[in-house]
């Protein structure tokens, strides 16, 4: 069998859906080698996967994007992030490239550096993106606004006119600092930003229609998966299972992203509700003052068993959470902070299987509506789970990994 090596950016958001598809190729008699963020090596060693930490000085770089006064701001801020971690994941990749001598490569999108590292290496890799990529896809809008599909002429003008102009900025805002990057690495400039989102042969994406728009024109090389929700092996804590009224899990993002704004609204409006409001404020907890007898503030506890119990979720737009409620057949509300959550939320009304509110309009009383609106969507998260798993998840990934191992 082969070897493989796995590269994560230090994000638990990116290494949590990647960890089922390492595990499937262990399964297979497959030698997983995985570079993460050092917090988790222990972890993926449990597991029986081979790990060592990444260069420490990548993890220590943090997104400021929070800190931006409008989106192309934002823009700059993650570019700027992405290159400056590349400089030490590009040479971090390179070297256990030669360390390991994998037979084929897996990249996590966000390792800018590891992803020309991989390409110059020359060998069979694959990118791995936990979230829908930035790439022009015919007949779905542009990615960024969080715009919902629309058909005709009219809908054709509208994103050909604005993919333009979203694919413009960034082009702008990316292209010189991915140039660089690759140039370090000895490899050609690229002329937009589709093409070097589109530089490994193979791409996984963790998700799949209904929730996801139909790309018909990314096939064979980019193929979705469906999602992949993973978690640590943790105990549950013996409160999840004492009776009472159902969850309603309230999440925020795992990298710091300013936005206790949704957990105060969450505990303000949801205090009257027949739920059991469980809050996780995974990149630390904040003070949210006095909380009333149905709420709980915890940093981390499992979601899958609180899942189980759930009728309702609120997250921040991150994929991961947002797809791990789905994927469980629980409805969902969104509030989009930024980065990619817009089109998370886009897709959650798109596929009736929850609300979006936008952050500008959030307030206790407009989250406890839009939970009361998601909560009698169980149907339409239900359909989304059905497509995930129809989608063929860690299965389908290392089918296709496979496949690029035999080419």
Do not use: C
Request: hydrophobic share 45%; net charge negative; charged share 20%.
């Amino acid at each position: 069998m082969s070897t493989i090596l796995a590269y994560t950016s230090p994000a638990t958001g990116h290494l949590f859906p990647m960890t089922p598809l390492l595990l499937e190729l262990r399964s297979r008699g497959h030698r997983v080698h995985v570079r993460t963020f050092a917090e988790h090596v222990e972890t993926l060693r449990r597991l029986g996967l081979e790990a060592e930490p990444t260069d420490a000085r990548i993890a220590a770089i943090w997104h400021q994007d929070f800190s931006a006064r409008n989106p192309l701001e934002a823009l700059s801020a993650n570019a700027e992030t992405f290159t400056q971690r590349a400089e030490f994941d590009g040479a971090d990749a390179a070297a256990s490239l030669r360390d390991v001598a994998p037979d084929a490569a897996i990249v996590d999108i966000n390792a800018w550096g590891a992803a020309a590292a991989a390409q110059a290496w020359g060998g069979p890799w694959a990118s791995f993106s936990p979230y829908v990529p930035p790439i022009s896809s015919a007949g779905t809008p542009p990615f960024g606004p969080g715009l919902a599909p629309r058909g005709g002429p009219l809908g054709r003008i509208r994103d050909a006119t604005l993919r333009s102009l979203i694919m413009g900025q960034l082009t702008k805002r990316y292209l010189g600092p991915i140039n660089s990057v690759r140039a370090e690495h000895g490899l050609a400039a690229v002329d937009t930003v589709d093409q070097f989102f589109r530089s490994a042969p193979l791409m996984l994406v963790t998700t799949s229609q209904p929730f996801d728009y139909a790309h018909t024109d990314w096939l064979p090389q980019i193929r979705s998966i469906g999602a992949l929700p993973w978690e640590p092996p943790s105990e549950v804590p013996a409160w999840v299972d004492e009776p009472g009224d159902p969850f309603a899990l309230v999440t925020t993002s795992s990298e710091y992203q300013a936005d206790e704004a949704l957990a105060r609204a969450a505990v303000a409006g949801l205090a009257e509700e027949p739920y059991r409001v469980v809050v996780t404020m995974a990149a630390g907890v904040a003070d949210l003052g006095p909380l009333p007898p149905n709420v709980r503030i915890e940093q981390f506890v499992p979601h899958g068993p609180i899942l189980a119990r759930a009728a309702v979720a609120v997250t921040h737009g991150g994929m991961g959470a947002t797809q791990k409620a789905l994927g469980a057949g629980v409805p969902t509300v969104v509030v989009p902070w930024g980065r990619d959550q817009l089109e998370v939320g886009a897709r959650v009304a798109h596929a009736h299987a929850g609300v979006r509110l936008s952050k500008g309009r959030l307030t206790p009383d407009r989250l406890r509506d839009a939970v009361r609106r998601a909560a009698g969507m169980a149907d339409g998260a239900g359909r989304v789970a059905a497509g995930y798993r129809a989608a063929g998840g860690a299965a389908a990934g290392a089918d296709a990994v496979e496949e690029l191992l035999r080419t």
